[in-house]
């Protein structure tokens, strides 16, 4: 199973815990995490460095995007971080065995490898959270937003693995956080889940991305249990 925290945001963290450690108590913990920026005319390029830099420690990709290009970069950051991740292990592997790297084979095996390494990407089961920033500045592109996750779980759905998709929006009503839709497979259940999003407040993306860790967490020993009493 490959877990993976995308981070959807338009502006710099200002209240919680700093978000790039905790990216990389996520990655430490098998969790990778990526970003998306969603970049307006502004010069003012904080935020920008604090998506780049959860990205980097988060072991994942970050990508800037206009409001209109969202849809397309959410399922490519998404698909870019699957396969990276993949490559990477594969990686490991070579370097244990062989001591050596994807690049250094000879080309006809590299393409073995870069086959095999498709087949994983498509058929492994990919469990996805995503943490939408609603705050104050994303009032008007929030509809967008929402739309963009619809896509994404219609765009998965041509992988022969399974799919597992949740959001969670910060800041929540009462919390830093609010878990909108647990993970599903069902493109009806999200679109309830998410149909209404209130939007305004601060941005916690620290206390979000420590949210969705222990989310992962607890999925994990739900399925241990499961797996025992199986």
């Given at each position: 199973m490959l877990k993976q925290i995308i981070l959807i945001s338009d502006g710099q963290s200002n209240v919680g815990s700093n978000p790039v450690s905790i990216a990389e108590l996520a990655s430490n913990k098998g969790i990778v995490v990526s970003t998306i920026g969603i970049i307006d005319s502004s010069n003012n390029k904080t935020p920008i460095f604090e998506l780049e830099s959860i990205a980097e420690t988060g072991g994942g990709i970050c990508e800037l995007t206009d409001l209109h290009r969202l849809s397309e970069t959410l399922s490519r950051v998404t698909m870019k971080s699957v396969y990276g991740t993949i490559e990477e292990v594969v990686n490991n592997e070579l370097k244990e065995m062989m001591d050596m790297d994807i690049k250094e084979l000879k080309p006809s095996e590299r393409n073995k490898v870069i086959?095999?390494?498709?087949?994983i990407g498509d058929e492994i089961h990919l469990k996805c959270l995503i943490l939408l920033d609603v705050s104050g500045s994303m009032k008007r592109k929030i509809n967008i937003a929402r739309k963009s996750i619809f896509e994404l779980l219609m765009f998965l759905e041509e992988r022969s693995g399974e799919n597992q998709i949740g959001v969670m929006a910060f800041p929540g009503k009462d919390e830093y956080c609010e878990l909108l839709c647990d993970f599903t497979t069902n493109i009806d259940e999200l679109k309830s889940k998410i149909e209404i999003i209130e939007v305004g407040g601060t941005t916690p993306t620290g206390?979000?991305?420590?949210?969705?860790?222990?989310i992962f967490e607890e999925e994990t020993h739900k399925y241990s249990i499961n797996e025992y009493m199986v």
């Open positions: 086959n095999m390494i498709d087949k206390p979000a991305i420590e949210e969705a860790i222990r």
